[in-house]
Nanobody
Framework: QVQLVESGGGLVQSGGSLRLSCAASRSIFSFNAMGWYRQAPGEQRELVARVTSGGGTNYADSAKGRFTISRDNAKKMLYLQMNSLKPEDTAVYYC???????????WGQGTQVTVSS
């Protein structure tokens, strides 16, 4: 089992920045990948950014150039630095852990990000 706890969400004006954090309850060193997803009202949950155990990253087109994902294995933390925020970034952001092919993915409870115009 892995518990994931997100923090760092809030209300920010368009053009502002936020840094989301995700704390894991156990070592993330061996996790296949970790990622950030978001879900806006009435929309499906979508991938924002993902980082593999080898450090490879991929981003949604909407996040490229504005968001940066990083992981600190020693601290058991995942981060998402979000710059130049837009109202369309408003959503609940979820942390995800892909532990291994033998274990289910885990999700945090989510943190609300609201960007005002």
């Amino acid at each position: 089992q892995v518990q994931l706890v997100e923090s760092g969400g809030g209300l920010v004006q368009s053009g502002g920045s936020l840094r989301l954090s995700c704390a894991a309850s156990r070592s993330i060193f061996s996790f296949n990948a970790m990622g950030w997803y978001r879900q806006a009202p009435g929309e499906q949950r979508e991938l924002v950014a993902r980082v593999t155990s080898g450090g490879g990253t991929n981003y949604a087109d909407s996040a490229k150039g504005r968001f940066t994902i990083s992981r600190d294995n020693a601290k058991k933390m995942l981060y998402l630095q979000m710059n130049s925020l837009k109202p369309e970034d408003t959503a609940v952001y979820y942390c995800n852990a892909e532990v291994s092919r033998y274990e289910s993915n885990y999700w945090g409870q989510g943190t609300q990000v609201t960007v005002s115009s």
